[in-house]
């Protein structure tokens, strides 16, 4: 009798030890269900980087504005572009653009320091667009703006082959155009696509818009 009831009794924990895991088990592939995979960035405002020497900025701090994100490197065939992206600039400025400088050794031609590209930058070509931290710009330890801005379906995005490729983003921070890396900042195709985009409104709520809420 006492045998009987022991054995009844391991049948019961045995039972009750199996539906409690398989409680668990439901509960857990129930949520994974429910849980929606995280959305994938819809512009180059959900990133941030690190300026150069200074603090991580977010991208949605240019909001609104025309921006040309390139890849940038000092000891480069194509690095006295730093000249036409300075102009270009200098030019467009204050009609809301802006070039944003990502500096990369990815092609082994930017070995310096962040302090020692400022300089350079500074000092050879009179470089005042924000420059920001050494990133990767490829795979697979590119920086996710990098991440983002190569994963845009060709044209408009695609791999970055060398220094000095060039993305072109509009006002409501989506990526339109991309220029090869021998493309210069004066080639009249790039600065028509830059007046283009321009000439688009501003978006409203941009950092840089007068009375915008």
Known sequence: MKVD??????????????????????????????????????????????????????????????????????????????????????????????????????FRQEPGSDVQIGDFCRSNYGVEFPMFSKVRVRDPDAHPLYGYLTTRPEPVGGPVRWNFQKYLVDRSGRVVARFDPGVRPEDPALVAQIERQLAAPRVRGAANDEGSP
């Not at 849980?35 to 960035?41: G, L, T, V, Y």
């Not at 200074?54 to 390139?70: A, D, H, K, N, W």
Request: with cysteine; aromatic share 12%; glycine share 10%.
């Open 5 to 106: 009831l022991l054995f009844w009794m391991g049948r019961v924990v045995v039972r009750v030890v199996l539906i409690a895991t398989l409680v668990v088990l439901w509960s857990e592939a129930s949520k994974a269900a429910n849980e929606s995979p995280p959305a994938a960035p819809s512009s180059i405002y959900e990133f941030e980087a690190k300026r150069l020497g200074g603090p991580v900025q977010p991208l949605s701090g240019f909001r609104g504005e025309v921006l040309l994100i390139v890849n940038t490197a000092s000891h480069c065939g194509y690095t006295g572009q730093y000249d036409g992206l300075q102009k270009l600039y200098s030019q467009f400025r204050d009609r809301g653009f802006s070039v944003l400088g990502f500096p990369s050794n990815d």
